[in-house]
């Protein structure tokens, strides 16, 4: 870090940091504080007391205590002193910006170029009076004076056209990213801290702690500022997101007291003093080095960071092959394509895109080759006309006309209304989401999770209420079935039991009085620890007076509580000098370790073997079979002299007294069966990976309706599952996993390696056709990898370590099973709006190019005009994906199975739909084109020239089309089949007033329109005609309907995933690339405006994942994080010492587990 000092913007923004210093009065400068922030280990050490003294003389120059903390009567002053704890966000875009960057969309400027030449030729006037005969065809027209004049307003009304198309998109991307900046905020605000101020213990949001703040950290913390430790029990911090260093690292009040903000506490707990906030912390300062600089000096600086962060992933790599950079690469780019490829929908729009740009492509270059030859055939090969000079501007106008006609062709046939409609669903369905307690954070989740097929979730918190209850327990060699009177135990034994639960938990665990009357105490903390002080209330007894007598700091060591003990040990001194170890943990784990008991006089007596089993099969399993968490209470004395080894962790948890075995209750939330038989109809199999014992794991799941007596399924734990799918090097075999994964439904005493391995097998598996979409739930600091690794991550929102939300894509904000549901149900919803939105969009599709191409072809004129068809395809498209976006999901979609990755995006019944309704429309819209003088009794408007006025025949034609489109929308509202289209219209009030909205302009543009938009106005017997042609539509919508698709096999899905797509083995990585690529130069020759839109998905995706590029101070670690993911699952290649990257994560986890 030390070379970031050097740079300009440091200089310049510290320049009058001391002066102020001395204003604020506080003994210590922030350059003095950034100097000692940049120091590590011994070095740190020495210069806090060579300057301060020691760590209180520190806090004295800061005016803050280290028990008590700060009074908060200075908090503004130091706030402007040091700085916020806030990290400036990067400015959003202007709205001007936004115009700008719509104006690039290649199709637009087409139009633009086409609409100015036409706009500058309509004022040309061939010299001479009679050469306008002489021009042919071409000079028709322009017989009648004022309509010559008027042949600007085409061009006009095209630019204006174009102008409106602009404005609409950029409000959209401008309305999006507010809205995704405000989710952002959101997920901001959702961090808390905890700190001591005034001697008691709160919540802070991260963004109000100050310098000189006394910050509690634990397990699982992603720090927010940077701080000196002042006290630490078995602190380990992982480094990795600021220097690489994937080994974590011991933090010691003596010996290393550094913390760095945005680092991650992987064990222990401990206070620390905060020396640095926001800008001026070590995240701050390289933020702002990125953020600081002219945009090139920025782009130069990802890239530097890029390298680094290469660097930083290569330092972490495991393997010691030489091949080292070459595997990196090739993780690199798994990952890449990996992430390219998460969105199923976003996979399957990419192909319908390629397939309908070609088409309008090919379409508009034929019409536009047809137009052209057939004038030229027609002027100067039949009539034998020569080309005049003068003519020249004449002819050019007519090639003009032609070529506006095709570029019509081709707006209409790319459907750039899909990328909105997507934005609108899923934007709509985000906000809808967090009333339903999940919040959001990546864009994609939400649609993936449509798709989901497993869901692997955790018990405790999230099908139980993480209410923990001690009902029942084992002491003094008696079973109590529920809590017994004090007075039934011996004062010796109660005494010790009392004693271990107090001292050996977090002080941070606390039972306080109910806040309401009648309420239950409020559980602060760890939920099993509160579960345990219950129990000491229950006794009668207090165990605040305990812990009032041996405060924190003077508890002699304390082995924290991780997923490879299992168990938490606090050494006390006593006062003749010896020391008393208390440990409690997994039952069967701490009993393995006593090698006594207290017996009914509360005096120890040997333990054996045989009395340990006798123990498990009559009291542990009976316990769990109740479905209770069985937690052994133990204890062990060591003498003064010679004082144990406490580093020789092994021989220290050894040889202890058990005291008790308690059986907790967590009760299974009342709302979680019902959630889980909806899953189950839903075609979602729900799989629960615990810590827990398995009988317990197994009574729970019987609760919760996982699993059912008589059904054939698995339930094992970790030991079982890694004998089963491992080899005899130790590997996993993706065979071995295919034969246990589609059975499991509970996975007990997992570690979360276990849980990164399974959700892996049933990922990576190819038993079935379709690849399974995996949603897995998670809360601890080692959930990390398995939350990455899934399709869609839960992260618990109350229960949740920050690491855990980090790797999340969505933060169930009550840790409840049901929310999940509901995640399904949006999901779903979103890929159905978007088909729904498909079916109609289509079909204006086909039947607008159909009828601009064969009415060019056959009249040289299109019956609908490039200004109503940007009407049609901007106003329809912008509006119906509103309208069909944003219907309200039902229950009726957790009634059928999941679609799956190769299931085409448009079914057989929907192309049914568009090509029924197509042959419609065309009908109708073909004989009012040919027949419709005569129906109607007026002049024909086929082979008008050039600048003629707009005709009634065609406006009879246009205003048909728009209303076939509006009736039709209806229609669309249903893609399954069901005959009822109007079922809960009502419930969607946009959709209503969208379609009376649309209704109400076009009755204005045709009344009033005129020449802009090439329309005469109508009467009211024509208008009751267009409208009863329009009402057809709902009438041949049921005729659709009782079409049985199986007389229909010709009809193929569009859009659809080929399994070689969906899962690319090494060699197809390659090809996937390349298709991808292919697609992107697919679109160079014309469907950009499409992929525009489809690379706008993209950019709001990108927009949520501000998460990961820098607007809050986080962000430096998410980008790291990305890197270690990247690493996730690199394997063992060379021998077992080598552990995969996934158990790193996990830190004490011994090579034999991997």
Known sequence: MGDLRNSDYYAKNQGNDVSSNHEGGFGVSVMELRDLMELRGSEAVVKIQEEYGDMDGLCQRLRTSPTEGLTGDDLDKRKEVYGENLIPPVKPKTFLQLVWEALQDVTLIILEVAALISLGLSFYQPPGGDSGESCGTAAAGAEDEGEAEAG???????????????????????????????????????????????????????????????????????????????????????????????????????????????????????????????????????????????????????????????????????????????MEEKEKKKANVSKKEKSVLQGKLTKLAVQIGKAGLVMSAITVIILVLYFAVDNFVLQKRPWLTECTPIYVQYFVKFFIIGVTVLVVAVPEGLPLAVTISLAYSVKKMMKDNNLVRHLDACETMGNATAICSDKTGTLTTNRMTAVACYVGDVHYKEIPDPGALTAKSLDILVNAISLNSAYTTKILPATKEGGLPMQVGNKTECGLLGLVLDLKRDYQPIRNQIPEEKLYKVYTFNSARKSMSTVIKLSDGSFRMYSKGASEIV???????????????????????????????????????????????????????????????????????????????????DAIIRCQRAGITVRMVTGDNINTARAIAIKCGIIHPGEDFLCIDGKEFNRRIRNEKGEVEQERMDKVWPKLRVLARSSPTDKHTLVKGIIDSCLTDQRQVVAVTGDGTNDGPALKKADVGFAMGIAGTDVAKEASDIILTDDNFSSIVKAVMWGRNVYDSISKFLQFQLTVNVVAVIVAFTGACITQDSPLKAVQMLWVNL????????????????????????????KPLISSTMTKNILGHGIYQLVIIFSLLFIGEQIFDIDSGRHAPLHSPPSEHYTIIFNTFVLMQLFNEINARKIHGERNVFDGIFRNPIFCSIVFGTFAIQIVIVQFGGKPFSCTPLDLEKWGWCTFLGLGELVWGQVIATIPNSKLRF????????????????????????????????????????????????????????????????????????????????????????????????????????
């Not at 290393?256 to 620390?272: A, C, I, K, Q, Y």
């Not at 992107?1080 to 709001?1100: A, D, H, K, M, Y």
């Not at 430096?1116 to 699952?1129: A, I």
């Open 152 to 326: 600007w307003i085409e061009g006009a009304a095209i630019l204006l056209s174009v102008v409106c198309v602009v404005l609409v998109t950029a409000f959209n991307d401008w309305s999006k990213e507010k809205q995704f900046r405000g989710l952002q905020s959101r997920i901001e605000q959702e961090q808390k801290f905890q700190v001591v101020r005034g001697a008691q213990v709160i919540q802070l949001p991260v963004a109000d702690i100050v310098v000189g703040d006394i910050a509690q950290i634990k397990y699982g913390d992603l720090l927010p500022a940077d701080g000196v430790l002042i006290q630490g029990n078995d602190l380990k911090i992982d480094e990795s997101s600021l220097t690489g260093e994937s080994d974590h690292v011991k933090k010691d009040a003596d010996k290393d007291p550094m913390l760095l903000s945005g680092t991650h506490v992987m064990e222990g707990s401990g206070r620390m003093l905060v020396t640095a906030v926001g800008v001026n912390s070590q995240t701050g300062i390289i933020f702002t080095l990125l953020g600081a600089g002219e945009p090139v000096e920025e782009e130069k600086k990802k890239e530097k960071v890029k390298k680094q962060d290469g660097a930083a992933a290569m330092e972490m790599q495991p393997l010691k092959s030489a091949e080292g950079g070459e």
């Open 591 to 673: 009993l393995k370790k006593c090698t006594k008991i207290l017996n009914q006089e509360g005096e120890p007596r040997v333990f054996r073997p045989r009395d340990k089993d006798e123990m498990v099969k009559k009291v542990i399993e009976p316990m769990a079979c109740d479905g209770l968490r069985t937690i052994c209470v133990a204890y062990r004395d060591f003498p003064a002299d010679p004082e144990p080894l406490w580093d020789n962790e092994n021989d220290i948890l050894n040889e202890l007294t058990a005291v008790c075995v308690v059986g907790i209750e967590d009760p299974v939330r009342p709302e979680v069966p």
């Open 875 to 902: 106003i329809m498209d912008t509006f119906a994906s509103l309208a069909l976006a944003t219907e309200p999901p039902t229950e009726a979609l957790l009634m059928r199975k999941p679609y799956g990755r190769n």
């Open 1051 to 1154: 009809l193929r899905g569009a859009g659809q995933l080929t399994k070689k797509n969906e899962m690319p083995g090494d060699e197809d990585m390659n090809e996937d690339n390349e298709e991808i690529d292919h697609a992107e130069r697919e679109l160079r020759r014309g469907q950009v405006l499409w992929f525009r839109g489809l690379n706008r998905i993209q950019t709001q995706i990108d927009v949520v994942n501000t998460f990961k590029s820098g607007s809050s101070y986080q962000g430096q670690l998410r980008r790291q994080s990305s890197t270690t993911s990247q690493n996730q699952d690199v394997t063992n290649v060379s021998s077992p010492s080598h552990v995969s990257l996934s158990n790193a994560l996990s830190p004490t986890s011994p090579a034999g587990q991997c």
